[in-house]
């Protein structure tokens, strides 16, 4: 699948399982190498009642860093196909990732 449709499958999954295992988080590891450094290895979901949270960790974040974290560009742009993936299910996502 392409890239951006992959990224929805997989969160939706995540949350559904969390679900199902009646967890309140998920982690899902990001596969980022492009030889600099501040890219995000990380999506948090953190299931509150039933909104869903997605958090980014990035071990490189510096508040006064000038370049966009790709990693949150990336689960942000995949956020509405998440949601329509979710519909009907009683969870949502709340608000863009962190």
Do not use: C
């Amino acid at each position: 699948a392409q890239h951006p449709e992959t990224g929805r499958y997989v969160v939706a999954y995540a949350v559904a399982r969390a679900k199902a295992e009646q967890r309140d988080a998920a982690w899902i590891s990001l596969g980022m190498d492009t030889g600099a450094a501040g890219h995000a290895n990380g999506v948090i979901l953190h299931r509150t009642g039933n909104a869903v949270s997605v958090w980014i960790y990035d071990p490189n974040f510096d508040p006064n860093q000038s370049h966009w974290v790709h990693g949150q560009k990336a689960v942000n742009d995949a956020l509405p196909g998440v949601r329509r993936l979710l519909a009907n299910t009683g969870f949502f996502i709340d608000g863009p990732a962190q």
